[in-house]
Structures are given as structure tokens and as C-alpha cells.
């Protein structure tokens, strides 16, 4: 399924907007997903209807039918949960990272989520989704970086169910970099109409 996928960071956490579109170009879904150490918020919107909070839809319904893929997965919202413990410090998928164990602030799957950030940079790299014994029972993981100009990006992520061993791969071919974006473009009331993505030349392959 293709798609575009904008990520800002404002009031002291990311913005991010994900919009899928059919072969004809029409919006068939959108996401927005915003956060910091206060709030953590969610909306979607389908085929060009008004958008909706995800608390109202599920946090883990997949994006599309067929897909492993959930607003859960790129919205990352255990990052912010108010408890979260340092576990160690180990390589991951060839990197140097900081893990840790955050708890779940309600009830429901997941009950905590075991996730790794880049000891350098402080970007996620792998998170996995346990229940209140520890058996894991979803998983995601940067599966490859790719460069964009002078960018270190990720290139693939995949998203994996542990029970049935189904995998989804979020592959990034394209970015476009310091783009100027308008006042609003993050808010729930523009996800009923599809954004204007950047011009050809402003994207560079990865």
C-alpha cells in the first residue's frame, strides 16, 4: 500500500500525519498522531470523512485490511508512558542502544512494551510488545537505514506478529527534507482532504 508520511517535531514532541491513497490517487485513509510529556493524541480518517480520535476506533485496529500495520506502530505512544524503567545498554541491530520496560498505563494488550533507542541519536529501533507474563506477542525492528542527501533515514521497518509469524514491511523509497509546513497541517480537521506533497525535485531516493 503506498503512502506519504510527514514527521515534525512541536511543544516538545513529534507530529506525524500518514495518508494512503488508491491508484487513482483519491485519499482512502489518513492518520495524525501527536505527543510530548503531557498528552498523547490520536486521530484517523477514512475515505475523505471527518477524522475521529483513534480512542474512539482502537489503537490496535490495523490501517488497512490486510495489513499488520496499526496507528500503535507509528505512533510509538510507550515512549511517554509514566512508567518506564532503564534496563541496560546492548547493541541492537548493529547499534549501540539504551532498553528499556514501560508498563502500560491502562488495562488491555499491550501490558508493557520492552523497546531500544539509538544511544547516539535517541531514535527508536526495535519494540516489542509483551503481555503481563513477558511473552511477546508483536514486535517491530529497523530493518535497514538509507541516507537522503547528507540524512542518515530509516529505509525499512518491519512489523511482526509473533503468534502467527506474519510480517509487514514499512519500506521508506523517497524523502523530501526541511520543508517549510504550513500553520495546521497537523491538525485533525485537514485529514478529511489529501495534503499537497512535495514537488518531484525536493524528494531524493534513499
Avoid: C
Wanted: glycine content about 8%; overall charge neutral.
Amino acid at each position: 500500500m503506498p503512502g506519504l508520511l510527514w514527521i515534525s517535531w512541536s511543544d516538545g514532541g513529534p507530529r506525524v500525519r500518514f495518508e494512503a491513497r488508491d491508484a487513482q490517487g483519491r485519499l482512502t485513509y489518513a492518520f495524525l498522531a501527536k505527543k510530548n510529556a503531557q498528552t498523547s493524541e490520536l486521530w484517523v480518517a477514512q475515505n475523505g470523512q471527518p477524522a475521529q480520535a483513534v480512542k474512539e476506533l482502537g489503537l490496535g485496529s490495523p490501517l488497512a485490511p490486510g495489513l499488520l500495520l496499526t496507528p500503535f506502530d507509528l505512533h510509538l505512544p510507550f515512549t511517554h508512558w509514566p512508567q518506564a524503567e532503564y534496563l541496560s545498554t546492548d547493541r541492537v541491530v548493529g547499534r549501540p542502544a539504551h532498553t528499556f520496560l514501560a508498563k502500560n498505563p491502562q488495562a488491555g494488550a499491550p501490558a508493557q512494551v520492552r523497546f531500544a533507542l539509538d544511544r547516539a541519536y535517541g531514535a527508536m529501533l526495535s519494540a516489542t510488545s509483551e503481555d503481563t507474563r513477558g511473552k511477546a506477542l508483536r514486535s517491530l525492528q529497523v530493518e535497514e537505514f538509507g541516507k537522503a542527501g547528507d540524512q542518515w533515514l530509516f529505509a525499512a521497518i518491519s512489523v511482526r506478529d509473533e503468534a502467527t509469524r506474519d510480517v509487514d514491511l514499512l519500506q521508506v523509497t523517497h524523502a523530501a527534507l526541511n520543508l517549510r509546513i504550513a500553520d495546521g497541517f497537523f491538525e485533525p480537521r485537514t485529514l478529511d482532504q489529501p495534503a499537497n506533497p512535495p514537488s518531484d525535485d525536493q524528494f531524493k531516493p534513499l
